[in-house]
Structure formats: structure tokens, C-alpha cells
């Protein structure tokens, strides 16, 4: 039995639809990230979930039960905000017993779940202290620790790690995922930052204007985009896509005069995808243009352009290359990609 279950959730705001046909399944202990743009509609979703706001069409599902017309309350999940929303004026300590209190468990299990949950997320010391006192990773434990204590089976993030510093984000990923997997909870988390996605996720669901782009594994996502959309949304640097043409010999790069990409097909009304990370500079191969070279350490990007097409190329190591510079690019075939121009979605050559 899958631990949440959406079929048909559509959100409208007067004229504005905000979430569209929306369906997908979580399974129980699973891990999943509702990932898109700004405006996409994952924090929509996360909200309907939790019933903060209602659907105007379709069924939840939490643990086999339709809570499509329940309170929140009444649906048994924790939840943890972008604010964190923290008390400012009560200690760490009443922070997290405080929806226990206000939901008026039983008082005897108080201290023993604090312990529980407070050696867990190492707090233990920080008790007595206000969230003023707190730095912003202990902030968010604080959050984590108050969605712990309620026992829910299910728990809802909504962006927890957006206002951390890039190497706290790196730390609370790990713990957040550590956490999630000693504990067996089914988690739901949005985020914009795909990085968040493929390193946490068992199940990516990519929302583009309102509706599901693409619902697989990382992995999945990232070796099979089902379209355009998906392939430059994930990796970084991501996808390049370049516009075909017909040649004298089959499909070529636009603006290229080989080798040919497609032998016996056009490219009429196709596009090809490639990853930075799937170029090599070769001798034999499809002439480019250097246009700026970035050192990071581990690698180098190298933009360069096949006749009017930009594209990224990432190697290994440090490249004594400049602006102006000729060179050749190649990929295995096994790594190329074709999208339908028109629809941007993915399809096979021919």
C-alpha cells in the first residue's frame, strides 16, 4: 500500500490554476522530492497534502485513508517550514513539546520523547536555550526535532534548507536523509535545487507549470528525461541541446558540416541532446569554436559554439585553452538524446 497517494488533484484559484491533473504515489518509507521552478506548483501540492488548503478536484490519500476532506489535524502527518517557525520567546525544550502539549498527549511520555528525539538530533545541550541563541543549522534541527516528536509516519518539508549557507545545506542534506532512513518515515520535501533532489530523493517528481513533467528515481531523471525540460533542468552544467539539419549524407549539427549524427534520417524538426560531461576534445570530430574556458579544480567548462549553437563541454583537470581557439568535440552515440522541436518532448530518431 503506498503511504500517500494523489489521483486528480487540480488547485484553482479563481481563473488561475495552480495544479493540474495532479497524480502520483509515494511508497512507505520512501523519499520523495517535488522539484521544479518558482511558480510550479510544488508548495501547492505539499499544502493540499497537508490540508492547509483544499483541492478543487481529485483524492488524497494518506495510509489507504481518503483525507481529501480531512483538517490537518486529522491526517496524522508532521510538518516542517522554510521559516522553521520557531516560538522566539519559549526554549528549545518547550519548541518541540509544544504540538504535543497542544494536541494534549499524555504528559508522562513527555521527557522520555524529548530524550528520544533530542539525542537523535543532537540537542541534548541546547535545551534551555531560546532560538535567538541558536545558529541556523540548530534552528532547523529544532524544526526537525518538533516534527520528530509528533510520531507521524509521514512528514512534509517545505524548502527546510533554504535560508542555510551553501556548506550548512551540504550537512543538513546528509542528516535530513540519515534521519529520514533510521527513522523509516515517509517523506514529501520541495525544493527548487536539484542538487537537493538527486543527492536525497528515492523518487524525483518534476512539476513544470502546474503539471508533472517527469515522476522516476534520480538516476531515472537524469539518464532518461522525458523531455527538454527535464534534460536542462537536471545536471549542472545541464544539457546542451543543438538543432539538426539535413546534410548531404543524413541529419548534422546545424551550422556544422559533419559527421553526421543521423545516417539515414533528416533531423528535420529534431533536436539533439548531449551532456557537458559526455564531450571529449578529440582529432577527429565536430568542429568548434572556443568561447571561454572556467578552471574549477577538479574540471574545466569549456563553452564553446558549433556554428551558430552554443554548447558547455566538461573535462577533467586544467586545459591550456582560450577564447578563439579551434577544436573538435565527440560523444559515444550511446549518450545522445532527441527531442521533438515542436514538443520538446523526448523521442527516438527517425
Not at 519559549?90 to 502539549?101: A, H, P, Q, T, Y
Not at 531515472?220 to 549542472?236: D, E, H, K, M, N
Not at 545516417?263 to 582529432?283: C, D, K, N, W
Amino acid at each position: 500500500m503506498a503511504a500517500i497517494s494523489l489521483q486528480g488533484i487540480t488547485k484553482n484559484w479563481g481563473d488561475t490554476q495552480a495544479v493540474r491533473d495532479i497524480a502520483f504515489e509515494v511508497k512507505s518509507g520512501d523519499f520523495a522530492v517535488l522539484l521544479g521552478p518558482s511558480g510550479c506548483g510544488k508548495s501547492t501540492t505539499l499544502r493540499l497534502i497537508a490540508g492547509l488548503d483544499t483541492a478543487s478536484a481529485g483524492t488524497i490519500a494518506i495510509g489507504g485513508r481518503d483525507v481529501t476532506g480531512l483538517p490537518p489535524p486529522q491526517r496524522k502527518i508532521a510538518m516542517v517550514f522554510q521559516s522553521y517557525a520557531l516560538f522566539p520567546h519559549l526554549s528549545v525544550r518547550e519548541n518541540i513539546l509544544f504540538g504535543v502539549k497542544v494536541r494534549k498527549e499524555p504528559a508522562a511520555n513527555y521527557e522520555a520523547r524529548l530524550k528520544r528525539v533530542s539525542d537523535i538530533l543532537g540537542l541534548d545541550k541546547l535545551l534551555d536555550r531560546r532560538p535567538g541563541q541558536l545558529s541556523g543549522g540548530q534552528q532547523q534541527r529544532v524544526a526537525l526535532g518538533r516534527a520528530i516528536i509528533a510520531d507521524s509516519p509521514v512528514c512534509l518539508m517545505d524548502e527546510p534548507l533554504s535560508n542555510l549557507d551553501a556548506q550548512l545545506r551540504q550537512e543538513m542534506r546528509r542528516e535530513i536523509r540519515a534521519l529520514q532512513q533510521q527513522l523509516g518515515m515517509t517523506m514529501i520535501y520541495v525544493t527548487h535545487d536539484q542538487t537537493e533532489a538527486m543527492s536525497m530523493a528515492d523518487q524525483v517528481i518534476l512539476l513544470r507549470n502546474g503539471s508533472i513533467e517527469q515522476n522516476a528515481p534520480p538516476a531515472l531523471l537524469y539518464a532518461q528525461p522525458a523531455s527538454v525540460f527535464a534534460a536542462r533542468f537536471i545536471g549542472t552544467p545541464p544539457m546542451n541541446i543543438l538543432p539538426l539539419a539535413e546534410g548531404a549524407d543524413g541529419a548534422v549539427i546545424e551550422g556544422s558540416d559533419g559527421p553526421v549524427i543521423l545516417p539515414r534520417g533528416s533531423g528535420r524538426g529534431l533536436q539533439l541532446g548531449v551532456r557537458p560531461e559526455h564531450i571529449a576534445l578529440v582529432e577527429r570530430g565536430i568542429a568548434a569554436v572556443v568561447e571561454s574556458v572556467e578552471y574549477f579544480g577538479a574540471d574545466t567548462i569549456v563553452g564553446a559554439r558549433i556554428g551558430a549553437a552554443p554548447l558547455l563541454v566538461r573535462v577533467p583537470g586544467q586545459l591550456t585553452l582560450a577564447a578563439g581557439d579551434r577544436v573538435r568535440l565527440g560523444w559515444d552515440a550511446a549518450h545522445q538524446y532527441f527531442f521533438d522541436s515542436a514538443t520538446g518532448l523526448r523521442r527516438a530518431p527517425g
